[in-house]
Nanobody
Framework: QFQLVESGGGLVQPGGSLRLSCTAS????????MGWFRQVPGKEREGVSC????????KYADSVKERFTTSKDTAKNTMYLQMNSLKPEDTAVYYC?????????????????WGQGTQVTVSS
């Protein structure tokens, strides 16, 4: 059974950093394009980033470029989202997900499995 489990969310002050982790079970994470999306209640889901299985290249939403970094640890079957210079508008539930599409643009990402999400709150 496929499962994705996120961790690492929490409350952080503006300008601070968090690192989210996503551990996969039931499949080899490195065989799939993977991504992160976030959602605020009452708003559309927003693609944050993705990472290609083939070459490890990444794509980011314009709103997080230069601040967020997605990476993988193959040995741990885990993906990460390093978030720096956090802003109040980054507050959301963050989900890691397996892509059902290529990682070419986060706006067009489609997902077939995702985790339960982890809350990130940026506030002073």
């Amino acid at each position: 059974q496929f499962q994705l489990v996120e961790s690492g969310g929490g409350l952080v002050q503006p300008g601070g950093s968090l690192r989210l982790s996503c551990t996969a079970s039931g499949f080899i994470l490195d065989y799939y394009h993977m991504g992160w999306f976030r959602q605020v209640p009452g708003k559309e889901r927003e693609g944050v980033s993705c990472i290609r299985s083939t070459d490890g290249s990444t794509k980011y939403a314009d709103s997080v470029k230069e601040r967020f970094t997605t990476s993988k640890d193959t040995a741990k079957n885990t993906m990460y989202l390093q978030m720096n210079s956090l802003k109040p508008e980054d507050t959301a539930v963050y989900y890691c997900a397996r892509l059902d599409s290529d990682c070419t643009s986060v706006q067009t990402n489609r997902y077939d499995y995702w985790g339960q999400g982890t809350q990130v709150t940026v506030s002073s």
